[in-house]
Protein backbone atom coordinates (compact mmCIF):
# COMPACT_ATOMS: atom_id res chain seq x y z
CA UNK A 1 0.00 0.00 0.00
CA UNK A 2 2.78 3.05 0.90
CA UNK A 3 4.86 1.31 -2.45
CA UNK A 4 1.80 2.17 -4.06
CA UNK A 5 1.11 5.43 -2.73
CA UNK A 6 4.48 6.74 -3.43
CA UNK A 7 4.57 6.01 -6.92
CA UNK A 8 0.98 7.98 -7.27
CA UNK A 9 2.56 10.54 -5.95
CA UNK A 10 5.88 10.45 -7.86
CA UNK A 11 3.52 10.52 -10.87
CA UNK A 12 1.25 13.62 -9.60
CA UNK A 13 4.76 15.57 -9.10
CA UNK A 14 5.65 14.78 -12.97
CA UNK A 15 2.04 15.98 -14.16
CA UNK A 16 1.77 19.06 -12.19
CA UNK A 17 5.23 20.95 -12.22
CA UNK A 18 3.63 24.14 -11.96
CA UNK A 19 2.58 23.45 -8.46
CA UNK A 20 5.61 22.72 -7.17
CA UNK A 21 7.20 25.94 -8.64
CA UNK A 22 7.04 29.50 -7.03
CA UNK A 23 8.93 32.47 -7.18
CA UNK A 24 12.90 32.02 -5.69
CA UNK A 25 14.30 33.59 -2.98
CA UNK A 26 17.39 34.15 -1.45
CA UNK A 27 19.14 31.78 1.33
CA UNK A 28 22.92 32.80 1.75
CA UNK A 29 24.75 31.46 -1.57
CA UNK A 30 21.65 29.26 -2.54
CA UNK A 31 18.10 29.93 -4.32
CA UNK A 32 15.42 28.39 -2.31
CA UNK A 33 11.85 27.62 -3.45
CA UNK A 34 8.28 28.07 -1.61
CA UNK A 35 8.61 24.29 -0.54
CA UNK A 36 12.16 25.25 1.19
CA UNK A 37 14.13 22.93 -1.60
CA UNK A 38 17.40 24.34 -3.07
CA UNK A 39 17.08 25.07 -6.90
CA UNK A 40 19.94 24.52 -9.19
CA UNK A 41 19.36 26.14 -12.72
CA UNK A 42 20.19 25.93 -16.28
CA UNK A 43 18.99 27.55 -19.24
CA UNK A 44 19.58 30.02 -21.67
CA UNK A 45 19.86 33.95 -22.56
CA UNK A 46 17.09 35.02 -24.57
CA UNK A 47 17.64 38.79 -25.90
CA UNK A 48 16.57 39.98 -28.55
CA UNK A 49 18.86 43.55 -28.58
CA UNK A 50 18.03 44.90 -31.81
CA UNK A 51 14.53 47.18 -32.34
CA UNK A 52 12.05 46.46 -30.75
CA UNK A 53 13.79 45.07 -28.49
CA UNK A 54 11.66 41.96 -27.69
CA UNK A 55 11.57 38.49 -29.33
CA UNK A 56 8.76 38.49 -32.16
CA UNK A 57 5.99 35.19 -32.35
CA UNK A 58 7.74 33.69 -34.83
CA UNK A 59 9.67 30.73 -35.73
CA UNK A 60 13.07 32.65 -35.59
CA UNK A 61 12.15 34.66 -32.16
CA UNK A 62 10.28 32.73 -29.75
CA UNK A 63 7.10 31.30 -29.59
CA UNK A 64 5.59 28.33 -27.75
CA UNK A 65 7.43 25.62 -29.36
CA UNK A 66 10.65 26.83 -28.07
CA UNK A 67 9.66 26.80 -24.32
CA UNK A 68 8.73 23.18 -25.54
CA UNK A 69 12.12 22.60 -26.70
CA UNK A 70 13.29 24.26 -23.58
CA UNK A 71 11.53 22.62 -21.01
CA UNK A 72 12.11 19.23 -23.01
CA UNK A 73 15.54 19.35 -22.31
CA UNK A 74 15.61 20.67 -18.84
CA UNK A 75 16.15 24.12 -19.01
CA UNK A 76 14.55 25.70 -15.95
CA UNK A 77 15.99 29.44 -16.69
CA UNK A 78 15.62 32.21 -19.23
CA UNK A 79 17.78 34.96 -18.93
CA UNK A 80 15.26 37.54 -20.55
CA UNK A 81 16.38 40.50 -21.86
CA UNK A 82 14.57 44.27 -21.03
CA UNK A 83 16.02 46.78 -22.75
CA UNK A 84 16.10 50.41 -21.72
CA UNK A 85 15.70 51.42 -24.74
CA UNK A 86 12.04 49.68 -24.90
CA UNK A 87 10.44 50.33 -21.30
CA UNK A 88 11.51 54.04 -22.26
CA UNK A 89 11.45 55.30 -25.69
CA UNK A 90 11.56 59.07 -24.22
CA UNK A 91 12.63 60.86 -20.92
CA UNK A 92 9.83 59.47 -18.70
CA UNK A 93 7.56 57.98 -20.81
CA UNK A 94 6.68 54.08 -19.96
CA UNK A 95 5.99 51.63 -22.91
CA UNK A 96 3.21 49.66 -21.70
CA UNK A 97 2.89 47.99 -25.33
CA UNK A 98 6.61 46.81 -24.97
CA UNK A 99 6.02 45.32 -21.52
CA UNK A 100 3.25 43.77 -22.87
CA UNK A 101 5.00 42.40 -26.05
CA UNK A 102 7.44 40.78 -23.07
CA UNK A 103 4.92 39.53 -20.94
CA UNK A 104 3.61 37.14 -23.79
CA UNK A 105 7.18 35.54 -23.46
CA UNK A 106 7.00 35.20 -19.44
CA UNK A 107 3.93 33.51 -19.49
CA UNK A 108 4.72 31.07 -21.86
CA UNK A 109 7.77 30.41 -19.87
CA UNK A 110 5.55 30.55 -16.99
CA UNK A 111 3.30 27.55 -18.30
CA UNK A 112 6.49 25.83 -19.02
CA UNK A 113 7.77 25.74 -15.41
CA UNK A 114 10.71 27.93 -16.41
CA UNK A 115 11.78 30.63 -14.17
CA UNK A 116 12.54 33.71 -15.55
CA UNK A 117 15.49 36.71 -14.67
CA UNK A 118 14.44 40.00 -15.97
CA UNK A 119 17.85 41.30 -17.37
CA UNK A 120 18.20 45.14 -18.03
CA UNK A 121 20.64 44.08 -20.67
CA UNK A 122 23.39 46.85 -22.67
CA UNK A 123 26.25 46.16 -24.12
CA UNK A 124 28.19 49.52 -26.00
CA UNK A 125 25.35 51.77 -24.67
CA UNK A 126 23.79 52.67 -27.84
CA UNK A 127 23.48 51.69 -31.42
CA UNK A 128 25.66 54.79 -32.24
CA UNK A 129 28.55 52.68 -30.87
CA UNK A 130 27.10 49.66 -32.49
CA UNK A 131 25.79 48.66 -29.13
CA UNK A 132 22.41 48.49 -27.53
CA UNK A 133 20.45 49.02 -24.43
CA UNK A 134 20.16 52.90 -24.03
CA UNK A 135 17.63 54.94 -25.85
CA UNK A 136 19.31 57.62 -27.80
CA UNK A 137 18.02 60.47 -25.64
CA UNK A 138 20.30 58.75 -22.90
CA UNK A 139 23.64 59.03 -24.67
CA UNK A 140 25.74 61.70 -23.51
CA UNK A 141 29.14 61.81 -25.14
CA UNK A 142 29.37 65.85 -25.20
CA UNK A 143 29.89 65.48 -28.95
CA UNK A 144 33.15 63.98 -28.72
CA UNK A 145 33.84 62.88 -32.63
CA UNK A 146 34.46 58.82 -32.95
CA UNK A 147 37.22 58.42 -35.19
CA UNK A 148 36.68 55.31 -35.40
CA UNK A 149 33.94 52.85 -34.76
CA UNK A 150 34.96 48.73 -34.18
CA UNK A 151 32.06 47.89 -32.47
CA UNK A 152 31.86 45.19 -29.37
CA UNK A 153 34.45 45.16 -27.17
CA UNK A 154 37.27 47.24 -28.68
CA UNK A 155 34.76 49.99 -28.61
CA UNK A 156 34.76 50.10 -24.85
CA UNK A 157 38.23 51.41 -25.10
CA UNK A 158 37.29 54.98 -27.20
CA UNK A 159 36.77 57.67 -25.45
CA UNK A 160 33.40 58.92 -26.13
CA UNK A 161 32.21 55.46 -25.09
CA UNK A 162 34.10 56.01 -22.17
CA UNK A 163 32.68 59.74 -21.38
CA UNK A 164 29.27 58.15 -21.75
CA UNK A 165 29.45 55.55 -19.06
CA UNK A 166 31.27 58.01 -16.64
CA UNK A 167 28.42 59.97 -17.24
CA UNK A 168 25.88 57.36 -16.33
CA UNK A 169 28.07 56.66 -13.12
CA UNK A 170 28.13 60.07 -12.12
CA UNK A 171 24.83 60.76 -12.54
CA UNK A 172 24.70 63.12 -15.61
CA UNK A 173 21.51 64.94 -16.19
CA UNK A 174 19.67 63.38 -13.83
CA UNK A 175 19.67 59.93 -15.62
CA UNK A 176 19.57 57.56 -12.37
CA UNK A 177 16.03 58.72 -12.32
CA UNK A 178 15.10 57.84 -15.37
CA UNK A 179 17.10 54.63 -15.28
CA UNK A 180 14.90 53.78 -11.58
CA UNK A 181 11.61 54.18 -12.86
CA UNK A 182 12.19 51.99 -15.48
CA UNK A 183 12.90 49.30 -13.54
CA UNK A 184 10.41 50.00 -11.46
CA UNK A 185 8.07 49.84 -13.90
CA UNK A 186 9.62 46.29 -14.67
CA UNK A 187 9.43 45.27 -11.06
CA UNK A 188 5.28 46.60 -11.30
CA UNK A 189 4.54 44.43 -14.09
CA UNK A 190 5.97 41.61 -12.64
CA UNK A 191 5.96 41.61 -9.12
CA UNK A 192 3.79 38.62 -8.50
CA UNK A 193 4.85 36.64 -11.55
CA UNK A 194 5.12 33.62 -10.01
CA UNK A 195 7.73 32.14 -11.49
CA UNK A 196 10.14 35.55 -11.10
CA UNK A 197 14.29 34.56 -10.24
CA UNK A 198 14.82 38.29 -10.45
CA UNK A 199 15.57 41.82 -11.72
CA UNK A 200 18.69 41.79 -12.86
CA UNK A 201 20.49 45.61 -12.55
CA UNK A 202 22.49 46.02 -15.56
CA UNK A 203 24.68 43.94 -18.14
CA UNK A 204 28.75 43.79 -17.94
CA UNK A 205 28.98 47.67 -16.94
CA UNK A 206 32.23 48.74 -18.24
CA UNK A 207 34.53 50.58 -15.89
CA UNK A 208 34.70 53.48 -18.51
CA UNK A 209 37.71 55.99 -18.51
CA UNK A 210 39.83 53.61 -16.28
CA UNK A 211 39.22 50.22 -18.35
CA UNK A 212 42.61 49.22 -19.11
CA UNK A 213 44.24 49.94 -16.05
CA UNK A 214 41.36 47.96 -13.89
CA UNK A 215 42.91 44.84 -16.21
CA UNK A 216 45.77 45.26 -16.06
CA UNK A 217 46.26 46.11 -12.18
CA UNK A 218 43.37 43.50 -11.37
CA UNK A 219 40.65 45.05 -10.56
CA UNK A 220 39.76 48.58 -9.56
CA UNK A 221 38.73 49.34 -6.26
CA UNK A 222 37.65 53.00 -6.91
CA UNK A 223 35.82 52.59 -10.00
CA UNK A 224 33.90 49.46 -7.78
CA UNK A 225 33.29 51.37 -4.50
CA UNK A 226 32.66 54.65 -5.86
CA UNK A 227 31.03 54.80 -8.86
CA UNK A 228 29.92 51.07 -9.97
CA UNK A 229 27.97 50.09 -6.43
CA UNK A 230 26.46 53.41 -5.58
CA UNK A 231 24.98 53.12 -9.24
CA UNK A 232 23.74 49.66 -8.82
CA UNK A 233 22.58 50.50 -4.88
CA UNK A 234 20.00 52.98 -6.31
CA UNK A 235 18.58 51.05 -8.59
CA UNK A 236 18.20 48.41 -6.32
CA UNK A 237 16.62 50.75 -3.24
CA UNK A 238 14.15 52.00 -6.25
CA UNK A 239 13.13 48.16 -6.78
CA UNK A 240 12.25 47.69 -3.48
CA UNK A 241 10.36 50.66 -3.36
CA UNK A 242 7.79 48.57 -5.63
CA UNK A 243 8.49 45.01 -4.91
CA UNK A 244 9.58 44.17 -1.07
CA UNK A 245 10.36 40.38 -1.92
CA UNK A 246 11.73 39.58 -5.15
CA UNK A 247 15.28 39.06 -5.95
CA UNK A 248 17.64 42.15 -7.55
CA UNK A 249 20.50 40.86 -9.01
CA UNK A 250 23.97 42.91 -9.49
CA UNK A 251 26.70 42.21 -11.71
CA UNK A 252 30.32 43.67 -11.22
CA UNK A 253 32.06 44.80 -13.93
CA UNK A 254 33.04 43.34 -17.56
CA UNK A 255 36.21 42.69 -16.81
CA UNK A 256 35.16 39.96 -13.85
CA UNK A 257 34.59 37.84 -16.51
CA UNK A 258 37.83 37.27 -17.48
CA UNK A 259 38.98 36.53 -13.98
CA UNK A 260 39.43 40.08 -12.52
CA UNK A 261 38.27 40.13 -9.34
CA UNK A 262 35.50 42.31 -8.12
CA UNK A 263 35.74 44.99 -5.02
CA UNK A 264 31.74 45.52 -4.64
CA UNK A 265 31.02 45.53 -1.17
CA UNK A 266 34.46 46.25 0.10
CA UNK A 267 35.36 49.60 1.32
CA UNK A 268 31.72 50.57 0.54
CA UNK A 269 28.96 48.20 2.13
CA UNK A 270 26.29 47.08 0.62
CA UNK A 271 23.27 47.66 3.79
CA UNK A 272 20.65 45.65 2.26
CA UNK A 273 21.41 41.89 1.49
CA UNK A 274 17.86 41.04 1.51
CA UNK A 275 17.09 38.52 -1.50
CA UNK A 276 20.32 40.02 -3.32
CA UNK A 277 21.85 37.76 -6.29
CA UNK A 278 25.05 38.16 -7.68
CA UNK A 279 24.92 37.23 -11.42
CA UNK A 280 28.54 37.02 -13.30
CA UNK A 281 29.92 35.79 -16.33
CA UNK A 282 32.72 33.12 -17.06
CA UNK A 283 34.48 33.76 -20.18
CA UNK A 284 38.59 32.95 -21.14
CA UNK A 285 39.83 36.20 -23.75
CA UNK A 286 42.19 33.60 -25.10
CA UNK A 287 39.27 31.36 -26.37
CA UNK A 288 37.28 35.02 -27.73
CA UNK A 289 40.25 35.60 -29.27
CA UNK A 290 41.14 32.31 -30.70
CA UNK A 291 37.64 31.63 -32.08
CA UNK A 292 37.78 35.07 -33.87
CA UNK A 293 41.42 33.67 -35.86
CA UNK A 294 39.44 29.99 -35.99
CA UNK A 295 42.35 28.63 -34.10
CA UNK A 296 42.04 25.68 -31.25
CA UNK A 297 41.50 27.44 -27.46
CA UNK A 298 44.25 27.27 -25.63
CA UNK A 299 44.32 24.99 -22.17
CA UNK A 300 45.38 28.05 -20.29
CA UNK A 301 41.50 28.87 -20.44
CA UNK A 302 41.32 26.57 -17.13
CA UNK A 303 42.94 28.62 -15.24
CA UNK A 304 40.88 32.12 -15.84
CA UNK A 305 38.20 30.21 -15.93
CA UNK A 306 38.28 28.33 -12.24
CA UNK A 307 39.69 31.90 -10.96
CA UNK A 308 36.17 33.39 -12.01
CA UNK A 309 34.43 30.86 -9.86
CA UNK A 310 36.76 31.99 -7.11
CA UNK A 311 36.46 35.19 -7.25
CA UNK A 312 32.34 34.65 -7.50
CA UNK A 313 32.32 32.37 -4.13
CA UNK A 314 34.42 35.33 -2.31
CA UNK A 315 32.13 38.21 -3.75
CA UNK A 316 28.70 37.02 -3.25
CA UNK A 317 29.72 35.13 0.31
CA UNK A 318 30.98 38.95 1.45
CA UNK A 319 27.63 40.33 0.16
CA UNK A 320 25.42 37.37 1.20
CA UNK A 321 24.05 36.69 -1.67
CA UNK A 322 22.98 34.10 -4.12
CA UNK A 323 25.76 33.34 -7.21
CA UNK A 324 24.70 32.62 -10.39
CA UNK A 325 26.93 32.22 -13.38
CA UNK A 326 24.47 33.94 -15.98
CA UNK A 327 26.52 33.86 -18.99
CA UNK A 328 29.38 31.42 -20.41
CA UNK A 329 29.70 29.56 -23.91
CA UNK A 330 29.20 32.18 -26.49
CA UNK A 331 30.69 30.23 -29.38
CA UNK A 332 31.27 26.67 -30.96
CA UNK A 333 34.45 25.40 -28.72
CA UNK A 334 32.92 22.82 -27.31
CA UNK A 335 36.00 21.46 -24.95
CA UNK A 336 35.45 25.01 -23.65
CA UNK A 337 31.82 24.72 -23.34
CA UNK A 338 32.42 21.28 -21.53
CA UNK A 339 34.79 22.76 -19.65
CA UNK A 340 33.01 25.13 -18.00
CA UNK A 341 30.11 22.95 -17.54
CA UNK A 342 32.18 20.90 -15.53
CA UNK A 343 33.96 23.48 -13.41
CA UNK A 344 29.57 24.61 -12.42
CA UNK A 345 29.09 21.27 -11.16
CA UNK A 346 31.89 21.12 -9.52
CA UNK A 347 31.37 24.13 -7.59
CA UNK A 348 27.53 23.74 -7.15
CA UNK A 349 26.69 26.49 -9.54
CA UNK A 350 23.63 27.35 -11.55
CA UNK A 351 24.21 28.57 -15.13
CA UNK A 352 22.46 30.16 -18.10
CA UNK A 353 24.57 29.46 -21.55
CA UNK A 354 25.10 32.34 -24.15
CA UNK A 355 23.14 32.33 -26.11
CA UNK A 356 19.79 30.52 -26.93
CA UNK A 357 19.35 31.61 -30.45
CA UNK A 358 21.55 34.02 -32.68
CA UNK A 359 18.69 36.58 -33.45
CA UNK A 360 20.98 38.64 -35.56
CA UNK A 361 23.04 39.77 -32.63
CA UNK A 362 25.16 42.99 -33.28
CA UNK A 363 27.60 42.52 -30.77
CA UNK A 364 28.13 38.88 -31.25
CA UNK A 365 29.70 36.22 -33.27
CA UNK A 366 27.01 35.86 -35.86
CA UNK A 367 26.10 31.87 -36.37
CA UNK A 368 28.20 30.58 -33.33
CA UNK A 369 26.41 31.65 -30.14
CA UNK A 370 23.34 29.70 -30.69
CA UNK A 371 21.92 26.52 -30.20
CA UNK A 372 20.94 26.36 -33.80
CA UNK A 373 22.15 26.48 -37.52
CA UNK A 374 18.94 28.42 -38.45
CA UNK A 375 17.11 30.27 -36.14
CA UNK A 376 13.48 29.25 -36.87
CA UNK A 377 14.69 25.36 -37.43
CA UNK A 378 14.78 23.76 -34.36
CA UNK A 379 16.13 20.75 -35.67
CA UNK A 380 18.84 22.69 -36.79
CA UNK A 381 20.24 22.63 -33.09
CA UNK A 382 24.27 21.25 -32.22
CA UNK A 383 23.93 18.23 -31.24
CA UNK A 384 27.45 18.72 -29.53
CA UNK A 385 26.53 21.32 -27.89
CA UNK A 386 23.17 20.00 -26.43
CA UNK A 387 24.69 17.18 -25.12
CA UNK A 388 27.18 19.00 -22.97
CA UNK A 389 24.29 21.62 -21.91
CA UNK A 390 21.39 19.02 -21.76
CA UNK A 391 22.79 17.54 -18.28
CA UNK A 392 21.62 15.28 -15.04
CA UNK A 393 20.93 17.72 -12.49
CA UNK A 394 19.44 18.24 -8.99
CA UNK A 395 16.37 21.02 -10.42
CA UNK A 396 15.01 21.33 -6.59
CA UNK A 397 16.91 19.27 -3.44
CA UNK A 398 15.16 19.32 -0.44
CA UNK A 399 18.27 19.44 1.24
CA UNK A 400 21.82 21.61 0.92
CA UNK A 401 24.25 20.05 -2.02
CA UNK A 402 27.61 18.81 -1.21
CA UNK A 403 29.12 17.43 -4.23
CA UNK A 404 28.12 17.03 -7.97
CA UNK A 405 29.40 15.16 -10.97
CA UNK A 406 28.27 14.20 -14.60
CA UNK A 407 30.27 12.66 -17.37
CA UNK A 408 28.35 13.83 -20.76
CA UNK A 409 29.93 10.63 -22.73
CA UNK A 410 28.87 8.25 -20.05
CA UNK A 411 25.68 9.36 -18.67
CA UNK A 412 27.33 8.48 -15.04
CA UNK A 413 25.96 10.84 -12.03
CA UNK A 414 26.45 11.35 -8.41
CA UNK A 415 24.70 13.57 -5.98
CA UNK A 416 24.90 14.15 -2.49
CA UNK A 417 23.09 16.47 0.16
CA UNK A 418 22.18 17.03 3.58
CA UNK A 419 19.03 16.74 4.75
CA UNK A 420 17.03 19.72 5.68
CA UNK A 421 12.84 20.23 5.99
CA UNK A 422 11.03 20.59 3.02
CA UNK A 423 8.02 20.47 1.80
CA UNK A 424 8.18 18.93 -1.35
CA UNK A 425 10.86 15.64 -2.83
CA UNK A 426 13.96 16.42 -4.62
CA UNK A 427 13.51 16.64 -8.54
CA UNK A 428 16.34 15.51 -10.67
CA UNK A 429 15.94 16.22 -14.45
CA UNK A 430 17.34 13.06 -16.73
CA UNK A 431 17.38 13.63 -20.23
CA UNK A 432 16.60 11.00 -22.80
CA UNK A 433 19.97 11.81 -25.07
CA UNK A 434 22.34 10.51 -22.38
CA UNK A 435 19.93 6.93 -21.68
CA UNK A 436 18.19 6.16 -24.60
CA UNK A 437 18.21 2.47 -23.30
CA UNK A 438 16.99 3.58 -19.82
CA UNK A 439 18.82 4.11 -16.48
CA UNK A 440 19.65 2.64 -13.21
CA UNK A 441 19.47 4.44 -9.88
CA UNK A 442 21.04 3.82 -6.54
CA UNK A 443 20.04 5.87 -3.49
CA UNK A 444 21.44 6.04 0.10
CA UNK A 445 19.43 8.12 2.51
CA UNK A 446 16.15 8.20 0.20
CA UNK A 447 13.36 6.71 -1.73
CA UNK A 448 12.62 6.79 -5.20
CA UNK A 449 8.86 7.90 -5.85
CA UNK A 450 8.50 7.97 -9.48
CA UNK A 451 8.20 5.76 -12.11
CA UNK A 452 11.04 3.97 -13.63
CA UNK A 453 12.98 5.90 -16.48
CA UNK A 454 11.07 9.11 -15.77
CA UNK A 455 13.05 12.43 -17.20
CA UNK A 456 11.97 13.71 -13.62
CA UNK A 457 13.52 11.62 -11.03
CA UNK A 458 11.68 12.09 -7.54
CA UNK A 459 13.55 11.38 -4.43
CA UNK A 460 11.56 11.33 -1.05
CA UNK A 461 14.38 11.79 2.18
CA UNK A 462 14.18 8.48 4.29
CA UNK A 463 12.92 9.46 8.00
CA UNK A 464 16.05 9.83 9.92
CA UNK A 465 18.70 10.22 7.07
CA UNK A 466 21.14 13.15 7.78
CA UNK A 467 22.73 12.51 4.23
CA UNK A 468 21.29 11.24 0.58
CA UNK A 469 23.87 9.94 -1.97
CA UNK A 470 22.38 9.36 -5.34
CA UNK A 471 24.16 7.91 -8.29
CA UNK A 472 22.73 7.15 -12.20
CA UNK A 473 24.39 5.15 -14.81
CA UNK A 474 23.15 4.08 -17.97
CA UNK A 475 21.58 0.95 -19.39
Given at each position: M ?7 L ?22 V ?28 G ?6 D ?36 V ?39 P?W ?46 P ?10 P????V ?33 R ?89 L ?22 K?F ?29 L ?8 A ?32 P ?14 G ?29
Open positions: IRKYLKIGIFWLCCPMLAQAGLHSQGRWMDDNNRVVLLHGVNVIWKQAPYFPPDTLSFTSADAWLQAQGFNSVRLGVLFSGVMPQPGVIDQNYLQNVDRVQLLASHSIYVLLDFHQDLYNEKFKGEGFPSWAVYDDGLAINPGFPFGYLLPNIQLTYYHLYTNYRNIWSHYQQALQAVAEKWQNQNLQGYEVINEPPGFFALCYFSNGCQDFDSNYLQPFETTMQQGIRQVDNGMIWIEPNILFDFGIPSYLNTSRRITDSSNLGFSWHNYCMQSDIAQMLGVPTPSSCLDPETEVFNNAANTSSSMNASSFMSEFGSGNDPDIARVAQLADNHLMGWDYWAYGNDPTGAAGTEGLFAQDDNLSSVNQGKLSLSRTYPQATGIPQSLSFDPNSGAFSYTYTVQSASAPTQIFVTIHYPNGYRVSVSGTVISVANASTLLIRNNPGASTVQISITAN
